[in-house]
């Protein structure tokens, strides 16, 4: 009887919002038509207001993968000079992307579950006397739910001279962002994570000053070309079928995110996520990440206790409370669960969270040691 | 009242069954747990004998134009020899993203409206002399309404050593192509089409004997790395996040086509196609392709009459019948109307198509010449 009640918890894909769901359920249209067209070009202004950028805004059938993709050969050419500043799994993706391109990457790799800080950024850059064509960096690290400081990392690429590009999959709509502010050069987004809406939609926000990068760049690429799909973006079409069924379901949870002020969603983000960092805190467990001021408002990685393996923790959650979270990557795997806060998550969501980690812990014999 | 009462006939996106629609509504699950690796093996065995191969299927995040590029880039190296044998803008779009790509590209195009043949392929590959690398094929082209005799085009091909790699996108399930048995290296497929699910995922088949090529290709690639979708495959999952509700459409669309049978599937798309071009020819209109031979299964292309121009009739159909047809690209704009009878479309369909395309050009003035 319970086997579609679940809360989701993993960082991405994300619990989808009802009003998202019933969007989605509007029958699939014609999209070389005008009602395609009146929905693509509401879309297309409220994804500039999201990502607060007067530039383009790319809507590719992807996963956020692709969109990693899409940045390197659309604003690289073959041996560009990049430092790709990494701390965790997705960064090394990221960098192993632009690598498999044949961009000629400088890596930058901090210690998991640490942040970068603008001076450690600006010495790389000054150190190695590379002309960096582009600084690559994660917004949120998903893999040890850390966030980068990217406005003062922003300002130290850009008096360098160098395009700032983005993989922000699993930081957009969950913290700020604003593009034009701190003159981000293109941002990477999906739609599984805060954006609420099923996978299978990519997004890439490019700011208008960095327009003669991408025309200059000299990679091959077709799917991901952004000359083309601006072109087609300007009559409010696509170059190749849409998702049309997902693309009413982002469009609604746009209107869900700019109902609730994209403040107030970003300073919901911040109070869930400090309730359930308390509520660790409290029950004697340790934060992956200690320090409130990198902590990711989007995930929140938990040390899973001495004597307890995290695979049979996250087995117990699914099974017997049937909550489903994430383990940890790499070195990292049993040894760290990840409970996403991202979108469509509520107070009481975390709540019901720390409830269920302290009775599964206590199922599998943990017993508090601290005071 | 009827904003969302809709006859959606154009080649893609198609009808979507409500079995399809309502397995869609099942809730999103995290893609690394034991259910989504049910689900994702059910569905590789299916794919498996939907495209009738022992080799490899992988499902991507994206459109069919996708796939062509996966094709391109898993298969080939810069500068490798090909034979493009076009007979649309499929085909040209096919050419185009190998052009992009550095292979070296052999046209053969021919004129539009008509078929290939092994013949004049056989011919174009010996009288070059070059060392074809692979032979690139549309199989059913959306553009004409043309379905290709791949399999006599297949030995002609296999006879000279070349691989065979064939863009299905809107033939594939509407006709036979069964990959092991006529020795199709690689077909491409998307699931908008006879496949009856809404857009968002891509479909490449590979013909186990085709591997080694996959494994020699020399071009950069990360998201369609058919090497990195294979290592995941083998433990029923995805590099990055899959369309998770998509995939369950296109799940429970396969069983839809297995129940009704795959050979009584082909058949009543024939079948359905006849009503269509019979009743076509009684009106006293003409076939944009008169030859019952190479005539697609999947959609059919309609003449407008002289004195009435295409747009007219488009939008005459869609706004006092609420049937969407496409029209023509290229040159055939204008010309010609395009019906889709592929996936979830009944012989009833056809009959209000019928009707509804008699009386918007009555509407539009025109009266039958001919007897």
Chains 1, 2 share one sequence.
């Not at 500043?85 to 992307?97: H, L, M, P, T, Y």
Request: aromatic share 8%; charged share 25%.
């Amino acid at each position: 009887m319970f086997a579609e009640k679940e809360l989701l918890l993993v960082p991405g894909p994300t619990p989808i919002p009802p009003q998202v769901q019933r969007a989605m359920m509007r029958p699939v249209i014609n999209h070389r038509c005008p009602a395609y067209e009146e929905l693509f070009a509401g879309l297309q202004e409220k994804l500039k207001r999201l990502f607060a950028v007067n530039g383009e805004v790319f809507v590719f059938p992807a996963a956020g993968t692709g969109m990693l993709e899409a940045i390197v050969v659309n604003f690289l050419s073959p041996n560009d000079p990049v430092l790709m500043v990494s701390i965790g799994w997705f960064g090394d993706r990221f960098g192993e992307i632009a690598e498999r391109f044949g961009v000629n990457v400088t890596w930058l790799k901090l210690e998991w579950g640490t942040a970068a800080t603008p001076e450690i950024v600006a010495k790389a850059m000054d150190e190695t006397k590379k002309p960096f064509k582009a600084v690559l960096i994660t917004h949120n690290e998903t893999s040890t739910a850390v966030v980068n400081p990217v406005k003062d990392i922003a300002k130290v690429v850009k008096e360098r001279g160098a395009l700032l590009l983005v993989d922000a999959v699993s930081g957009l709509a969950a913290m700020p962002l604003p593009m034009d502010e701190w003159q981000i050069d293109a941002v990477a987004a999906a739609s599984q994570k805060a954006l609420m809406t099923p996978p299978g939609i990519g997004l890439v926000a490019v700011r208008e000053e960095a327009w003669e990068a991408v025309e200059m760049a000299q990679m091959p690429r077709f799917y991901w070309d952004f000359r083309l799909a601006r072109k087609f973006q300007s009559h409010n079409q696509n170059p190749y079928t849409p998702p049309v069924t997902l693309l009413y379901g982002l469009d609604a949870a746009l209107d869900l995110i700019f109902d609730e002020g994209m403040d107030a969603f970003f300073e919901r983000h911040k109070r869930v996520r400090d309730l359930l960092r308390n509520g660790i805190r409290e029950m004697g467990l340790e934060l992956f990440v200690p320090d409130d001021k990198i902590a990711s408002c989007s995930l929140t990685a938990v040390k899973v206790p001495e004597g307890i393996h995290g695979g049979d923790l996250i087995r117990q959650l699914r099974n017997k409370y049937r909550i489903e979270v994430a383990g940890g990557q790499e070195h990292l795997r049993g040894k760290i669960i990840r409970i996403s806060h991202m979108g469509y998550i509520h107070e009481s969501d975390m709540l019901l969270a720390l409830g269920a980690l302290k009775s599964a812990l206590k199922d599998l014999g943990w017993s508090r040691n601290c005071p």
